[in-house]
Structures are given as structure tokens and as C-alpha cells.
């Protein structure tokens, strides 16, 4: 192994993890900086939807109507298998991803797991992800808990 692989594989590793840092710490500002733009997405084994071209701005605010309205979030990122070819690099990893909303003494979570595929670009600035996949593998709790939480936002809007 080079030292070239191992500093990109650092950096690339420091990048991806942002991805999580940025959603649950509400810090919308450090999850756009880690997207190409734009970037395909594929949430198909979550959604249902097909993978789509989007604009960074359009998937992170998504995102953040999606996942803000929660009490808590919990997103985390294990076993990186990066490849790295020039300038081109893909990253899978493991996720799991959890989702509390609390309703006076109830409190309710929902949890997936599975891995993501990210194919990464190197920019002038850095590694930026240009395309997404999430791979949903398992799945615990309510998925009503989104609904709620879209009600929730809705009522405080």
C-alpha cells in the first residue's frame, strides 16, 4: 500500500463522515459541503422512488424537512471499504441510522441499517460525493414515526 492511497482513503474516510456529523448535529451548512452539485441519489430500498439527478441545495433541504422535525437522530458510519482510482473513488460502508421523537412520558424510535455506496469525485478543495446509494438491509420500530414527525413540523411551521 502507498502513502497516496492511505492519505486519500484518510480524507476520503474524514469526508464520509461528515455525511452523519452534518445530519445529526443539524449542521445543514457542513452536510451540503460534502455534495457534488448536482448528485444522483438511489433510496430505492428505502423509498421505493427511483435513483435521481438532483441538485445538492434541493437533496439537503429534503433532507433536513425530513429528519429535523425529530427529537434526536443518530447516524453512524463503519467498516469503510474505499477504492481509489486517479481521481475517482468509491467508499461502501456500514449504517445504521435511528430516529427518536419524544410525546410527553412516550417516546418512540425507528431504526434502519444496511450500507451506502459512494462514488466520489476528487474537486480543486477536495473529495466531493457525486453519487449516493443507500442499501436498507434491516428495519425496526414504526416508519409512521416520519409521518408524525412531518405533522410535527407542519403544526410549528
Known amino acids: 500500500m502507498n502513502t497516496d ?14 455525511y452523519p456529523t452534518g445530519i445529526d448535529r443539524r ?6 459541503s460534502i455534495f457534488a452539485d448536482p ?3 438511489d433510496f430505492s430500498s428505502w423509498s421505493g422512488e427511483p435513483s435521481a439527478m438532483i441538485s445538492a441545495d434541493e437533496w439537503v433541504a429534503g433532507v433536513r424537512a425530513t429528519l429535523e422535525p425529530f ?35 412516550l417516546r418512540e424510535m425507528h431504526s434502519i441499517g444496511g450500507y451506502y455506496v459512494h462514488h466520489l469525485h476528487r474537486a480543486a478543495d477536495g473529495w ?4 449516493t446509494q ?22 410549528n411551521a
Open 39 to 41: 448528485l444522483t441519489v
Open 128 to 131: 466531493l460525493i457525486h453519487q
Open 71 to 105: 427529537d434526536a437522530t443518530q447516524h453512524v458510519l463503519t467498516n469503510f471499504l474505499i477504492e481509489v482510482d486517479g481521481d475517482s473513488a468509491m467508499c461502501t460502508c456500514y449504517m445504521t441510522a435511528h430516529h427518536y421523537l419524544i410525546s410527553g412520558d
Open 5 to 18: 492511497y492511505l492519505v486519500n482513503r484518510a480524507r476520503i474516510t474524514d469526508h464520509v463522515l461528515r
Open 134 to 155: 443507500l442499501n436498507v438491509t434491516w428495519e425496526m420500530g414504526d416508519r409512521a414515526l416520519f409521518e408524525q414527525a412531518a405533522l410535527r413540523a407542519g403544526r
Open 27 to 32: 449542521d445543514w451548512k457542513l452536510y451540503r
